[in-house]
């Protein structure tokens, strides 16, 4: 009944705001976006201008997180205590509904587009979960500032208007940004600084050239070592020529689009550009790897491979991981030190030989809330407790006191005695609203090189110049479908080096390209981030 009162209130607006504006852009239609989120809170029992709010009913908050669902039963200890917390604070109590990581993307859409009242709250990014295109299909709720003050205070004081600007569509705030959390997540190959040392790189690797090296030297003196172990029937494809790109040129990836070959440069970030369709860092990627394949660096059938190199690498079997700075600081170098003690791993991160390299969009993690939500009031007081209660945070975050964590006598957070990550750890990824203020720093972690190597990115790092850019693809959805289809055909050949020649094989990419519609989709973008541009005062 609920529910459909709050459809019925919520269509009523609509036909008042087209009636009156016509259904436009203006501040009048924002105002009117404004009232129906303000509707949508009367519904749950609040009174206008900050009155008392009603929690006398109970009820459960789901949100819908990407990960696999843990087995060895430590969440469900975890809840029980959260969510004895969550009762009293807020009358409500939190579950987690997993959308596990097989065809993780088309199952989270299709939970999106059921709209049918399982969902609250909703992990998603801009950058890889498809944020912008739900929130245009109508999968979100629009949330206006007096919703979000009042149900979500501190997480609405903490976030800066920039930030919420950088949240909206069509100037309705769509999501809460993951903006207080300070993390890199730019690409690049961690390795072992040992094997590097026998090598004559005892500077480390600090370019493709460095990494050809180490691999040569991992072929020719290391029996049983795979060079590069790629799961390449896993993905993984475009980071790696995007990352030569940004190597060996200024250009900066605008994210979101459906085929990822669309740049600005640090020079002019509004003339979008594409290296994949003109440069010749293209084709030289291309022939490296294309050099490396037939060089034995990878196995041969790595796109029919699909198993954890991962743990390969922590076992000694292949030499590198290709991931993030996160993965290198967090979890390989902590794992490797448990597995191989005084094995140290260094950090190639690409863009390093042109010092390109672009900070991540606030909205790489953020949390919206489900358009068919029959609790949106809740939930957002459940997310304002998780992401800023101490207490909520810590257990949602590091699992229980005693059991998951302890904290050592400087603040840093280590293990119990006899702690086993299979048995014993809690599993969240809550990578949607971590907050700095609360993180525990970990004591097994080496903070030390990775802040020089912050120190570093901060030199150079711009900040993501595309946070506001939305593209409207809806003229040019079929040419990008195309697109997308000669991308995934191409790509991983080009990549892993699997074809006859490289440059006549990138030619045909390119020709590809263009039949299927790049010209066209090449002039809509630019048109559109002219006018961002303008937007913008630029």
């Known amino acids: 009944m ?12 609509m036909v008042i705001s087209l009636a009156a504006c016509g259904g436009s852009g203006d501040t009048s239609s924002t105002s009117t976006s404004g009232s129906e989120s303000t509707e949508t809170s009367n519904a749950s029992g609040s009174e206008d201008g900050g009155g008392a709010i009603d929690t006398s009913e109970h009820v459960t908050i789901t949100y819908m997180i990407t990960g696999n669902k843990p087995t060895n039963g430590r969440n469900e200890e975890m809840f029980e205590k959260l969510n004895a917390i969550l009762t009293e604070k807020a009358n409500a109590e939190l579950e987690i509904y997993w959308i596990e990581w097989t065809d993780y993307l088309t199952n989270y859409n299709l939970t999106l587009a059921s709209n ?50 950088m949240s909206k ?5 769509y999501m809460i940004p993951e903006d207080n959390f300070d993390q890199w997540i730019n690409h690049g190959f961690i390795y072992r600084e040992d094997w590097a040392g026998e090598f004559g790189l005892s500077s480390g690797i600090n370019s493709w050239e460095d990494l050809g090296e180490y691999f040569a030297g991992v072929a020719s003196t290391k029996d049983g070592v795979i060079p590069w172990d790629v799961a390449g029937s896993t993905g993984g494809a475009n980071t790696l020529a995007g990352g030569y790109i940004s190597s060996h040129s200024d250009a900066v990836a605008i994210d979101g689009l459906e085929v990822p070959i669309f740049y ?27 050099e490396w394949s037939d060089a034995g660096y990878w196995r041969e059938d790595c796109l029919n491979y699909s198993g954890d190199t991962r743990e390969e690498f922590l076992d000694g079997l292949t030499s590198v991981d290709q991931h993030h700075t996160e993965t290198w600081y967090g979890n390989d170098s902590v794992q490797m ?15 390093e030989e042109e010092g390109n390299l672009t900070k991540i969009s606030v909205t790489h993690g953020a949390t919206a809330i489900a358009a068919g939500s029959e609790n949106p009031e809740r939930a957002l007081m459940v997310y304002d407790l998780i992401r800023n209660d101490e207490e909520c945070y810590k257990l949602f975050n590091y699992g229980i006191e005693g059991v998951q964590y302890v904290v050592d006598e400087n603040g840093n957070m280590s293990r119990p005695e006899g702690y086993d990550s299979e048995t014993d750890a809690i599993q969240t990824n809550y990578w949607w609203g971590r907050n700095d203020d609360l993180v525990l720093k970990d004591a097994a972690r080496d903070h030390e090189s990775y802040e020089a190597l ?7 790092a711009i900040d993501y110049p595309y946070g506001q850019f939305v593209p409207n693809v809806e003229t040019i959805a079929p040419y990008l479908a195309n697109m997308s289809n000669v991308y995934s055909t191409y790509m991983p050949l080009i990549a892993y080096g699997k074809v006859d020649d490289a440059t006549t094989t990138v030619q045909e990419f390119r020709d590809a390209m263009k039949a299927a519609g790049y010209d066209e989709v090449m002039a809509e973008l630019q048109k559109q981030m002219d006018d961002f541009k303008a937007y913008l005062g630029k």
């Open 2 to 13: 609920k529910r459909k009162l709050l459809s019925i209130i919520i269509s009523v607006v």
């Open 116 to 165: 049918d009242g399982s969902i609250d709250l909703v992990g998603t990014a801009t950058d890889w979960l498809d944020a912008w295109p739900n929130a245009k299909r109508g999968a979100f709720l629009p949330l206006s500032e007096e919703l979000l003050s009042t149900y979500a205070p501190q997480t609405f004081a903490q976030v800066t208007a920039d930030h919420w600007d």
């Open 169 to 173: 569509l069509d100037g309705e705030i």
């Open 264 to 290: 600005g440069t640090r020079d002019d970030y509004y003339t979008i550009v594409s290296p994949y369709m003109t440069d010749d860092s293209f084709v030289e990627f291309a022939e490296l790897m294309k």
């Open 337 to 351: 030190n448990e597995r191989q003690p005084g094995v140290d791993l260094g950090f190639f991160w690409f863009g």
């Open 454 to 460: 912050v120190a570093d990115y901060e030199q150079v």
